[in-house]
Nanobody, 125 residues
Framework: QVQLVESGGGLVQPGGSLRLSCAVS????????VGWFRQAPGKEREGISC????????YYADSMKGRFAVSRDSNKNTVYLQINSLKPDDAAVYLC??????????????????WGQGTQVTVSS
């Protein structure tokens, strides 16, 4: 059974930083992608990044380049999302999920079958 656990969210002042974690388990795919998404109230789920399990290569959505950085600990099957210079518009539930998909497809939320519960990020002074 696929399990995804996101953590690390919270209340941050504008300009601050957060590091979110995504622990994945319960499947035995040889090669897959872990995608980070976010969803604000009333908005569609928005792709942030995709990280390949085979070599850690990470692709970022064009609108997310610059303030977002992904790293991973393959021994722990955990992917991290560092968010810097947080803005009020970054407030959302941040989610991660695994998928077997191409670089283009991995930014499409509908391609994913399993999702974690997400972690809430609030940006406010």
């Amino acid at each position: 059974q696929v399990q995804l656990v996101e953590s690390g969210g919270g209340l941050v002042q504008p300009g601050g930083s957060l590091r979110l974690s995504c622990a994945v388990s319960g499947f035995t795919w040889d090669d897959y992608v872990v995608g980070w998404f976010r969803q604000a109230p009333g908005k569609e789920r928005e792709g942030i990044s995709c990280t390949r399990s085979s070599d850690g290569t990470t692709y970022y959505a064009d609108s997310m380049k610059g303030r977002f950085a992904v790293s991973r600990d393959s021994n722990k099957n955990t992917v991290y999302l560092q968010i810097n210079s947080l803005k009020p518009d970054d407030a959302a539930v941040y989610l991660c999920a695994p998928v077997r998909a191409s670089r283009a497809e991995c930014f499409v939320a509908a391609r994913y079958r399993w999702w974690g519960q997400g972690t809430q990020v609030t940006v406010s002074s």
